[in-house]
């Protein structure tokens, strides 16, 4: 093989890599749900019933008796090979151990007892929950109930038994049936916590927070519109279309936090996803119409995917794949990835301990 050349599948062990550890004095527990709305048509199959699947993150007890939850499951793996393989990534099939990696939640550890604030969880668009994993645990291991949502067939579900509902193709007109669609399923689910007896009353449900990634930020703002119960919310750099919402044009009367990271534009210049620039022009009319609290911060040297599990991944990738250091710049920047989770980590402990 040549020297710097990337490796292919058959070249060489499948690569691995590993999530960073909470920082939290909690031990984590998790628990993966099932969840069927009767009362939903499916907005994509409006033959079917709305399903979804959850995983409910949280303190536990003992929970070095059990293990460890997979990042990923198996059924997803087809889907993070094509994404992985596209320009500019250009990751070979079958070179990554996508699903080998283990999460820091314990499978079905016991709870710890104690009321606790509950803090829900959106991907992107066409994402899965597993891509928040490393800010999820962090948050529930330091004593925070934290719960991710699949938007089914937006994006690939592995339901139990191993049945596989595969993500669908949804055209630009149809993005604002997909934020329907999503902040239906977020009040569905906080609908379903409080009937959770496993979770012995921890679960404080007038404390709930949620928060984002892309699409999933707009979500949490949106949800926050329609839902009273939700206290606080982070957008984590995503677009508040205001042609398929109304929290740009509303604003909100709770806390609400923007982070943003930054833009290659073609030209070669970089430019703040931010209020205060005219890259994003929803984040400047939120901004003006935020009646309650709010907080806006750039992460210099991030891009889109920082704010997501992609961050400590891609880099781990690099050097075992022969690819150059900035390979994976146009995902997840040139911001040093362990300093990237740390400050966001952080970041969004303390707004939900102030707001919560």
Same mark, same amino acid.
């Given at each position: 093989m040549l020297v710097g050349a990337p490796v292919t599948a058959s070249a060489a062990a499948k690569v691995t890599f590993t999530l960073p550890s909470p920082t939290g004095h909690h031990q984590v527990g998790t628990r993966a749900l099932h969840l069927v709305d009767a009362n939903r048509p499916d907005p994509w199959k409006p033959d079917r019933t709305r399903e979804l699947m959850i995983n409910v !993150?949280? =303190?536990?007890?003992?929970? !070095?008796?059990?293990?460890? /939850?997979? !990042?990923?499951?198996?059924?997803?793996?087809?889907? +993070? @090979?094509?994404?992985? /393989?596209?320009?500019?990534?250009?990751?070979?099939?079958?070179?990554?151990? !996508?699903? %080998?990696?283990?999460?820091?939640?314990?499978?079905?550890?016991?709870?710890?007892?104690?009321?606790?604030?509950? #803090?829900?969880?959106?991907?992107?668009?066409?994402?899965p929950?597993? +891509?928040?994993t490393t800010a999820v645990q962090d948050l529930a291991s330091h004593g925070y109930i934290v719960v991710t949502i699949d938007h089914t067939f937006e994006t690939t579900v592995e339901f139990p038994g191993g049945r596989v509902e595969k993500n669908i193709t949804i055209p630009w007109e149809k993005m604002g049936t997909a934020l329907d669609a999503r902040v239906a399923d977020t009040r569905f689910v906080l609908d379903e916590?409080?009937? $959770?007896?496993?979770?012995?009353?921890? /679960?404080?449900?007038?404390?709930?927070?949620? *928060?984002?990634?892309?699409?999933?930020? *707009?979500?949490?703002? @949106?949800?926050?519109?329609?839902?009273?119960?939700?206290? /606080?919310? +982070?957008?984590?750099?995503?677009?508040?279309? =205001? @042609?398929?919402?109304?929290?740009?044009?509303? %604003?909100?009367?709770?806390?609400? &936090?923007?982070?943003?990271? $930054? &833009?290659?534009? =073609?030209?070669?210049? #970089?430019?703040?996803?931010?209020?205060?620039?005219?890259?994003?022009?929803?984040? %400047?009319?939120?901004?003006?119409?935020?009646?309650?609290?709010?907080?806006?911060v750039v992460y210099t040297g991030a891009r889109h995917h920082s704010f997501s599990d992609l961050q400590p991944i891609l880099p781990q990738l690099v050097k075992p794949l022969g690819f150059p250091a900035d390979h994976f710049k146009p995902f997840v920047g040139t911001i040093d990835p362990a300093r990237s989770v740390r400050a966001q980590n952080s970041d969004i402990r303390r707004f939900f301990e102030r707001y919560l």
């Open positions: !993150w949280y =303190p536990a007890d003992d929970a !070095w008796r059990y293990p460890k /939850a997979p !990042w990923l499951p198996n059924g997803l793996v087809g889907d +993070i @090979e094509e994404f992985a /393989a596209a320009p500019p990534a250009n990751v070979p099939q079958g070179s990554v151990d !996508w699903a %080998g990696t283990r999460s820091a939640g314990h499978v079905d550890a016991p709870v710890k007892r104690g009321k606790r604030p509950v #803090v829900l969880y959106s991907p992107g668009f066409g994402g929950r597993a +891509i928040g916590l409080g009937k $959770q007896r496993w979770l012995d009353g921890s /679960a404080d449900l007038r404390r709930v927070g949620m *928060f984002g990634h892309s699409y999933g930020g *707009f979500t949490a703002g @949106e949800a926050m519109l329609r839902d009273r119960r939700i206290d /606080a919310g +982070i957008n984590m750099d995503g677009a508040m279309f =205001p @042609e398929f919402g109304e929290v740009a044009k509303q %604003g909100l009367d709770r806390p609400f &936090f923007l982070m943003g990271g $930054q &833009f290659d534009m =073609p030209d070669g210049s #970089v430019v703040d996803h931010s209020p205060d620039t005219a890259f994003d022009a929803s984040w %400047g009319q939120f901004w003006g119409n935020q009646k309650g609290p709010k907080r806006s």
